[in-house]
């Protein structure tokens, strides 16, 4: 037997040993899903609220699944350099993001739709690969130990570096007079990035606001902040 068709059977016995509840569990994650539900969507779901003895068969599945994919190695290799190049990108994240999008599509694979297996992954790769780097895009977006445009000094070094040891354009002064422009919710929003303990939770509970308005207050100020610093002529 096949480690994909071990996967299917081992999965196949963890559906069966589903309670009501379960199931129940299922159904409902499956309506907040946008879109048509799928197979592929009901086993994602099945991932989620499995436990016990159920939970159990399928972790053993998915080593058969990985294990499934591993049969694949040099063709996701292959898909990962391409993509590494398409999105200039990192190739370890890459590769990592391909191996994860063909464990996706292992569990939605049918052979007897007639399709090869690498050409029924290659979307599923494709997907997880631009997504993976529009995730680290975003982190980089918000994150202050990177450089600010062309130069050696990180964002965060900016809030407590000499003046005397930056360029004229990354002055201090210039960094404060930045901050000023912004308002106080929005400077509030940036600490979460300097201290750790402040969390966007706790910055949102302060402001009677959501995390998730913080996050995108955040994202702005971040913006508003590089769009000035990496500008010479804006002050």
Known sequence: ???????????????????????LAIDAIICRTPGKPSTGA??????????GPTAALLAEADRHYWAFVAGHSAWIRRRAQYHCARLRHDFGDMLQAARLGAFRAALRFDPQNGAKFTTFADDWVRVTCDRTRQRDHQRRALSLDVPIGDSDILWGDQLEAPTEELPDHLATPRLRAALDALTPVERASLSNLMDEDLTLAVVGSHWGISRERVRQIQVRAVKKLRETLENPLAY
């Not at 037997?1 to 199931?23: C, G, H, N, V, W």
């Not at 009901?42 to 436990?51: G, N, P």
């Open 1 to 23: 037997m096949t480690p994909f068709d071990r996967a299917r059977t081992l999965e196949a016995e963890a559906i069966a040993r589903l309670t009501q509840s379960e199931l």
């Open 42 to 51: 009901w086993k994602d779901a099945l991932r989620r609220v499995a436990t």
